[in-house]
């Protein structure tokens, strides 16, 4: 943890206070949530490295998808990472957003969650211990710092290859494009 | 002419590291009190620090302006106060300008919240207002009782009628001071008053639709308010300051305490903290007001 | 001679109006527009006169005569520039309505009535121009038929008692001095009895506290602004009320004079004293009955109660700066209330007719000028600083604290805060939040409205900033009034016990607010986004609405609700209904059946026998 090195916030002074300052939204996404209480909470203290939680989207930069995704929520988890503000990062957490995880076979949950919103990171475990977010929180660090956490570009270049997906699993997304789509461009 | 030009740059640049230094004390006392190691003191700054580098969301020209109306009036606020010594804009108003320019802050947030166009901001400003009504009964009666003791209204006189350790609150006026201790919370908004920015009720109230720059002013803007309620408090009823330093060790002598009360109490709903606002410290802000009269009717 | 040919011309002028209209409705705005102005620019070039002319003698024996001085100047300009600005603003707001010609007539007439009001030298032809003025009141508040006729008559009975009163105090002054001019009057009473001052002065507290609505008195009002036509709604509110006010000074402070008035009553029981306690429950009460409103022109109505308070207060409490902040709270009151209630016009004319509050939101979107006049007048009346509420009432709490008058300090006070959150409640469930799909396409206010309303809001900052200037008026009726003057510059006032300097507060907010934008400005730019794109937990924001509008100050509603009614107006109703029935019950002597006036006679008959043949009754 460099937090203390004052020479290199004088030279990358936005990377740095994004490391430092990771505000979670509050959104229970799945049964992994039931973790987030105790990382919160005095026993294994989040707020030491800068995280707490807020409770709004518009707020926040970091959003953990704990849990399965099912289809209903996708669409929340969708517009909640479309109201949060650039740069803003995400991080799977548990089984289920990697490969379907328990729920592999089942007709109302997704199983890649890359396909819609872009995934910075992911932590394994059914559920992960509270150790497990310490470990991701300090992985994302150094990603950020070596500038490989793009997920929010990624979604700004490839936007009409996410809104497709999105439109293949929900019919009717009631909120317009968040960028512009080309007509023009094919689907890569 | 450069004296008076320094002073003012001092005195807002004293506000604004004082007040980042207090929310960041105010989450490490709670921290430690709850048994964890917190945050570290610096933590506010580079809160803000990365507010300023995201690239939020605006909703029209109002949004803009109103918080910058709503902070620029508590930095204006900061001249009026004396501060140890410090005090720019003396000549221009006293007690009363001072509680009037306060109205600008949830003035400025409520406007700028009103082209947010979410009803969460709608009722926290409600609720803002609401508990402001509540607080008011008590203080405005214990500002009357300051005002008719020191027979002016002008604060420079009340603090320089002080000196010497003739404090407030060891004065006729004790009453009073102790009733302000009892509304201290409720004009902080900390705990259990914090009733305009309940996360877990109406999602940061006022503060939902804000992001990026305009939420590191706001936050900015929270540092200036607790500078200014506990700066007021240190003032009327503890004697001001001959220099910055002593007036800045009273200061946080009396957020401390604040910070310590807010890390038992849970939230209060609107009508009990309004039920509470209006019992016990309005019946002794009355009683304090009564004493004060007499005594001045029967003294001069 | 002047004053003469000022008052003929608002009368001609009035039913010329009438009659052009007839021919054409373009000329009769024109002329209507062309006679208020006339009336202001008149009026201006009288400032500074003090005259006093007869105009007619020989009326029932007593001469009739015109008089101005500092204090009818101040009032008289007051009235000629909101008449103006309400003709101006009714030309938009009338066109299309039914007996338009009778409108113009009647707004110009009250105009003339109430410049007859402050010009008059003798209390004959102030109580002529009185009646014309409420009469004309009268026919233009029930001039939308329906709901407002019952309203016009709860006015013009409350306003004939009025009338009454001040007739038996008119009465009773000629009938001890055989004389009613003003002037001559005031020398001849600083020798009568207290008891007889006191005498006039409650009949005559009748009458003005009536006009006034002072607290037990103010039941017509809320009825009667809500079913008004907005710009006349505006002029009642606006000057309608304070004539009131200026009543009270004639009889307070000219008339009677100020030391004797001061020292009326005994101990700590004086005439005064009552009466500022009276202004006092008259800020507290309606300001917090305001807040629980749903109808926007009834909120306003209520607020207008409460304001009158300060003028009240500030008026009957008796020290310079009192008297001071009284007379300069009902110049600013007249600014800003007109402004308020030409908003709510425009806002009507626009929507077709909706003020109520609950189904309006997010017209800043569409009537961005609206708005910011609205945004003004609220802080002018709210009192923020630099803007010329704040002054008027920094001087009413400033002396009521040093006075030791600590619980009139309270009430005053604790009125700001009941304004506060009435006005935000109107501000916010118009203005702000989200815009209903029916009003997608309004277009702002049209022109004639606009003029009006940005006149006003540039006059309350300016007088916010810069008070010095009205403020040496009214401190030149300080001093006619006997008063000490006040040290009044063109900043403010410096006083030892506490100054105040308005253009260092601007200059300090303005250079804050520019240091502050460019802090903003150092953040990276942000996104404009649209008001659909709002926090709603997941979900893309519902088709309703999504405005919180209903009950909004919910949790002290449930609070305060069962004390907040209006004790005094259901008293009067009761009286009303006893009065009612008692009437039934005489009413049924006569029954219409011919058997039973037969049985009358017969028995009055028997009686007359009885008593003939002897029986002694007493």
């Known amino acids: 943890m460099d937090r203390k090195n004052i020479k290199k916030w004088l030279k990358e002074h936005g990377k740095m206070s994004h490391k430092y300052s990771l505000w979670v939204i509050y959104f229970c996404t799945g049964c992994g949530i039931i973790e987030i209480p105790p990382v919160i909470t005095s026993r294994w203290d989040a707020e030491r490295f800068g995280v707490i939680p807020v409770a709004t989207p518009r707020q926040a930069n970091l959003f953990l998808i704990t849990g399965y995704v099912s289809v209903k929520t996708l669409k929340a988890i969708i517009r909640t990472y479309e109201q949060m503000p650039d740069p803003k990062f995400t991080v799977g957490f548990g089984s289920c957003p990697i490969n379907g995880g328990m729920y592999w076979d089942s007709y109302n949950t997704i199983k890649h969650l890359d396909k819609y919103i872009p995934v910075d990171g992911w932590i394994a475990g059914c559920m992960p211990r509270p150790e497990a977010i310490f470990i991701a929180v300090t992985h994302l660090w150094t990603l950020i710092d070596k500038d490989m956490a793009t997920g929010y570009i990624k979604y700004r270049e490839k936007y009409k290859y996410y809104r497709a997906n999105q439109e293949k699993v929900l019919s009717e997304l009631e909120w317009p494009p968040l960028y512009p789509i080309n007509d023009n461009e094919e689907i890569k | ?300 | 001679m002047y004053l003469q040919i000022l008052l003929l011309i608002a009368f001609i002028g009035a039913f010329l109006t009438y009659l052009l209209g007839k021919i054409s409705s373009k000329i009769r705005d024109i002329f209507a527009v062309f006679i208020s102005s006339t009336l202001i620019v008149m009026t201006a070039f009288l400032y500074g006169n003090f005259s006093e002319k007869t105009f007619y003698s020989g009326f029932l024996g007593l001469p009739l005569i015109l008089r101005i001085d500092m204090l009818s100047w101040l009032f008289a300009i007051t009235i000629a520039a909101i008449g103006t600005f309400s003709i101006i603003f009714s030309l938009s707001y009338i066109k299309g309505k039914e007996r338009t010609d009778f409108y113009y007539l009647m707004m110009l007439l009250v105009n003339a009535g109430m410049l007859g009001i402050v010009l008059s030298g003798d209390l004959i032809s102030f109580y002529i121009f009185w009646e014309i003025m409420s009469w004309s009141a009268f026919l233009l508040i029930s001039y939308n038929r329906g709901p407002a006729l019952a309203a016009g008559m709860k006015y013009i009975i409350m306003s004939i008692i009025g009338s009454v009163t001040m007739l038996i105090g008119i009465l009773s002054i000629y009938t001890s001095y055989r004389t009613l001019t003003i002037s001559e009057i005031a020398p001849l009473i600083a020798s009568a009895s207290p008891g007889y001052i006191l005498f006039i002065l409650i009949f005559f507290f009748i009458t003005f506290g009536i006009k006034n609505a002072v607290l037990p008195f103010h039941t017509w009002l809320p009825p009667a602004h809500s079913e008004a036509p907005s710009p006349f709604s505006a002029v009642l509110s606006g000057i309608l009320i304070k004539m009131g006010v200026y009543g009270f000074l004639l009889i307070m402070y000219v008339i009677i004079g100020l030391k004797k008035f001061l020292a009326l009553g005994g101990g700590s029981f004086n005439f005064h004293y009552i009466l500022s306690i009276l202004g006092a429950i008259t800020i507290v009460v309606p300001t917090f009955i305001a807040m629980l409103q749903n109808d926007a022109k009834r909120l306003l109505a209520w607020h207008s109660i409460g304001q009158v308070g300060y003028m009240i207060l500030g008026i009957a409490f008796g020290t310079s700066l009192s008297i001071a902040g009284g007379i300069f709270h009902f110049f600013n009151h007249a600014i800003f209330k007109t402004l308020l209630f030409m908003v709510v016009g425009a806002v009507e004319y626009r929507t077709k007719g909706i003020r109520d509050l609950n189904s309006l939101g997010g017209l800043i979107k569409k009537m961005p000028i609206t708005f910011i006049a609205a945004l003004v007048g609220a802080c002018g009346l709210i009192g923020v600083p630099l803007t010329n509420g704040f002054v008027s009432k920094w001087l009413i709490y400033k002396t009521l604290i040093l006075e030791r008058a600590p619980f009139l300090a309270f009430a005053a006070l604790i009125g700001t805060w009941g304004t506060i959150l009435s006005v935000y409640k109107f501000l916010h469930n118009m203005f702000l939040g989200q815009l209903p799909e029916k009003y997608k396409d309004i277009k702002d206010a049209p022109f004639s409205m606009k003029i009006p309303m940005l006149i006003l809001s540039f006059a309350i900052l300016l007088f916010g900033i810069l008070p010095g200037i009205p403020l040496r008026i009214i401190n030149a009726i300080g001093t006619s009034f006997g008063l000490e003057p006040l040290n009044v510059n063109i900043w403010g006032i410096a006083s030892e016990t506490g100054a105040l300097n308005t253009v260092n507060i601007f200059f300090a907010i303005l250079i804050a607010s520019i240091i502050v934008w460019m802090l903003l400005r150092m953040g990276k730019k942000s996104i404009p986004v649209s008001q659909k794109d709002s926090y709603a937990a997941g979900a893309y924001i519902p088709k309703e609405k999504y405005h919180y509008t209903v009950e909004f100050y919910n949790p002290f509603y449930r609070m305060a609700k069962p004390y907040l009614r209006d004790f005094i107006d259901e008293f009067y109703s009761i009286i009303v209904k006893a009065g009612r029935n008692l009437s039934g019950l005489v009413r049924k002597i006569y029954s219409g059946d011919l058997g039973y006036y037969v049985i009358y006679i017969l028995l009055f008959l028997a009686i007359l026998i009885i008593i003939k043949m002897g029986l002694v009754l007493w």
Do not use: C
């Not at chain 2, 957020?255 to 309005?282: C, K, M």
């Open chain 2, 1 to 300: 002419m450069v004296i008076k030009v320094l002073g003012i740059i001092a005195a807002v640049i004293i506000a604004l590291v004082i007040g980042i230094f207090f929310l960041g004390l105010f989450r490490k006392i709670i921290a430690r009190i709850q048994w964890r190691y917190g945050p570290p003191i610096i933590q506010p700054l580079l809160d803000i620090f990365k507010l300023f580098h995201q690239k939020g969301f605006s909703h029209g020209i109002i949004f803009d302006l109103g918080i910058i109306l709503s902070l620029a009036a508590s930095i204006v606020l900061i001249l009026f106060i004396p501060i140890g010594g410090l005090s720019s804009l003396e000549n221009s108003g006293g007690l009363l300008v001072i509680l009037y320019i306060m109205l600008f802050k949830p003035l400025g947030i409520a406007l700028s919240g009103g082209e947010g166009a979410n009803p969460n901001i709608s009722i926290g400003i409600s609720r803002r207002l609401i508990l402001s009504l509540g607080y008011e009964v008590p203080l405005l009666l214990i500002l009357i009782s300051v005002m008719t003791y020191y027979k002016t209204i002008s604060i420079i006189e009340i603090v320089n009628a002080q000196s010497n350790f003739q404090w407030s609150l060891f004065s006729p006026l004790f009453l009073s001071g102790l009733t302000y201790l009892m509304i201290l919370p409720a004009i902080l908004e900390i705990r259990p008053f914090d009733i305009a920015s309940a996360p877990q009720e109406i999602s940061s109230g006022p503060a939902v639709e804000y992001s990026g720059r305009y939420l590191a002013l706001y936050h900015i803007e929270h540092a200036f308010s607790l500078f200014i309620s506990t700066a007021i408090f240190v003032d009327l009823f503890l004697g001001g300051g001959a220099n910055p330093f002593y007036f800045l060790l009273k200061m946080l002598v009396v957020f401390v305490l604040g910070v310590f009360i807010h890390s038992v109490f849970p939230r209060f709903r609107t009508e009990q903290a309004i039920r509470y606002l209006w019992r016990w410290p309005a019946i002794l802000a009355v009683a304090g007001l009564i004493i004060i009269l007499i005594i001045k009717a029967r003294y001069g």
